[in-house]
């Protein structure tokens, strides 16, 4: 088990430019979900995927935010045309789930902080 | 839409046991009560979730009321390493798209 990956760590972009993040989950778990957190609250989810598919998307999630998982296995984030108000940490978190399995809590990755000048 | 109430923050001494409160007054009959706690730069870490029995696994006890409207997270000898904002999340059980973690609970463990 080696945890779930982000990468980068850190990213500093301007006003207007594109970014994308990726995601990979602890192998196996077939269920990945994207949040964001900003300074002073706890994270608030954006989206999640059950392998391929991606099943709900919050309100938070605008026009401008693109997530895939094209192989079921690692995912990506990008947000067009970025804002300040991105600004925030992405965390991504896995886990595994299932009629016949072991439904396990949420594993985060220690996310990607992104800040837009 | 806040469905936690939980102190901003909490001091405690290094070996003492650490009791964090929730209040979770609306908490409906198929909700679990779920605890979290993030060290400062990382992502959340899962502790614990029960539904209305109190439970215990390696690193900390959940003890919930008899009426399930609120619960106390007890952390039997708290080290610096515990220091970290923890929250308590009720939700359905494994529906994490659901969650509401709120700001949580502070704890400063002190030496």
């Known amino acids: 088990d080696t945890g779930v990956s982000q990468d980068p760590r850190h990213k500093i972009t301007k006003r207007g430019q594109n970014v994308t993040f990726r995601c990979d989950p602890i192998s196996e778990h077939n269920r990945l979900y994207w949040y964001r957190q900003t300074l002073g609250q706890g994270p608030e989810f954006l989206t999640y995927?059950?392998?391929?598919?991606?099943?709900?998307k919050s309100r938070l999630l605008s026009d401008r935010f693109s997530a895939e998982r094209p192989k079921g296995s690692f995912s990506t984030l990008e947000i067009q045309r970025t804002e300040q108000g991105d600004s925030a940490m992405y965390l991504c978190?896995?886990?595994?789930?299932?009629?016949?399995?072991?439904?396990?809590?949420?594993?985060f990755g220690n996310g990607t902080r992104l800040t837009v000048t | 839409d806040a469905k936690t109430t939980q102190p901003t923050s909490m001091d405690c001494a290094e070996g003492r046991a650490a009791n964090l409160p929730c209040n979770h007054s609306?908490?409906?009959?198929?909700?679990?009560v779920y605890w979290y706690r993030q060290i400062h730069s990382q992502g959340p870490q899962y502790i614990i979730h029960?539904?209305?029995n109190n439970e215990t696994n390696e690193m900390a006890s959940l003890i919930i009321t008899e009426d399930r409207k609120s619960s106390t997270l007890i952390l039997p000898h708290a080290t610096l390493r515990d220091t970290a904002v923890y929250y308590c999340i009720v939700g359905p059980l494994y529906n994490f798209n659901k969650f509401y973690f709120g700001s949580g609970t502070k704890l400063n463990v002190k030496p």
């Open positions: 995927f059950q392998n391929e598919a991606q099943l709900e």
């Open positions: 978190a896995s886990r595994l789930a299932g009629q016949r399995s072991y439904n396990s809590p949420l594993h």
């Open positions: 609306t908490i409906s009959g198929n909700e679990y």
């Open positions: 029960g539904l209305k």
